[in-house]
């Protein structure tokens, strides 16, 4: 073999080593994709919402507290879901129509005496799967940020909607602020059904969120009188904050 024929063999083993390494490289990367797609889910959960310091939803009396601080499983879906026979606005899912049995009747009580004295309360949104918020989740931290999902948003295991025990109501216009009419009736009466002002103003410091004058969560009207009487939280009544 000729120096010239020694130099060109050289290269050709060069170059075939290289294009190997590409094809290694390539493929390692192919199977890293592969693997981030088939458990994007759990690569989502675990990198984004995962909280060491977090425990297993807390009860007490009968009833179930769920915040940053106790949250649900991913797969915990209440019993006894029923459609809520109610008006809702026109742009949510099927899921969020339905709640748990005795709260959907509670929900349909409470709007049929609300019109009864002029007050139209139009459903927002019920249950939610985990699934359904970390969908949430994601979508408003894209389009509104941080800041915003950290105050009105639950983290994915941590919203009361999983629970089937909590429904947003909103007004005809679709946009209940704290000095609404809906929203005034709402404060003064809803213990009378069972429910409560789940994120009351002043109270940010104790639930974690910011006001939410249209979120209300059933605990029964014992429970939901006591809480409406004292002017506390669901944390205060149960003594966990």
Request: with cysteine.
């Amino acid at each position: 073999m000729n120096e010239r024929s020694s130099i060109d063999y050289k290269l050709r083993k060069k170059k075939r080593k290289s294009k190997r390494r590409r094809l290694k490289f390539l493929a390692i990367i192919m199977i890293i994709f592969s693997f981030l797609f088939i458990f994007k889910d759990e690569v989502i959960d675990r990198f984004f919402f995962y909280r060491a310091e977090a425990a297993g939803a807390y009860t007490d009396r009968g009833i179930l507290l769920v915040n940053d601080s106790f949250v649900l499983d991913k797969k915990y879906k209440p019993g006894s879901l029923r459609k809520v026979n109610i008006d809702f606005v026109g742009n949510i899912s099927s899921e969020e129509k339905y709640l748990t049995e005795p709260v959907a009747d509670a929900v349909e009580e409470m709007f049929a005496t609300a019109k009864k004295e002029g007050i139209i309360l139009v459903g927002s949104s019920g249950y939610r799967s985990y699934k359904s918020q970390k969908d949430i989740y994601l979508r408003d931290l894209a389009a509104k940020g941080e800041e915003y999902v950290s105050a009105y948003v639950a983290v994915p295991g941590s919203s009361e909607h999983q629970t089937g025990l909590a429904m947003d109501i909103t007004n005809e216009a679709n946009w209940m602020t704290g000095e609404s009419t809906e929203a005034r009736w709402l404060r003064d009466n809803c213990h009378l059904f069972g429910f409560i002002l789940r994120y009351p103003e002043g109270k940010e410091h104790i639930t974690g969120k910011s006001y939410e004058p249209w979120h209300l969560r059933y605990v029964g009207k014992d429970a939901a009188e006591e809480i409406y009487t004292q002017g506390i939280t669901l944390e205060e009544y149960m003594g966990v904050y």
